[in-house]
């Protein structure tokens, strides 16, 4: 139907959007190189969450999910892997 398909892709375009909201902080830590102030325990509860996620939405083929999810973990995988560089 017309609206599953359109109510599906709002929901995959603003997932990413969401999800690319992390990226200022990724460019801000390898910009200035330094992660001090970033919780790694908050960026890595939300980092498995969204792998856990991406894995339900594979489970029930949502593209959506999928998507959406794995955009963010990526976003997120940025400011962990930031944090290790430059944060201790």
Excluded: C, H
């Excluded at 959007?17 to 190189?33: H, N």
């Excluded at 498995?48 to 939405?57: F, K």
């Amino acid at each position: 139907m017309v609206a599953d398909f359109f109510l599906e892709s709002l929901a995959t375009f603003v997932g990413i959007v969401g999800s690319v909201a992390m990226l200022p902080q990724v460019y801000r830590i390898f910009k200035r190189k330094s992660a001090k102030d970033i919780s790694i325990l908050t960026y890595s509860f939300l980092f498995v969450a969204g792998i856990i996620w991406v894995l339900y939405g594979v489970n029930i083929q949502s593209s959506p999910l999928i998507i959406t999810n794995f955009v963010g973990s990526a976003s997120l995988l940025g400011i962990i892997i930031g944090w290790f560089l430059y944060g201790r």
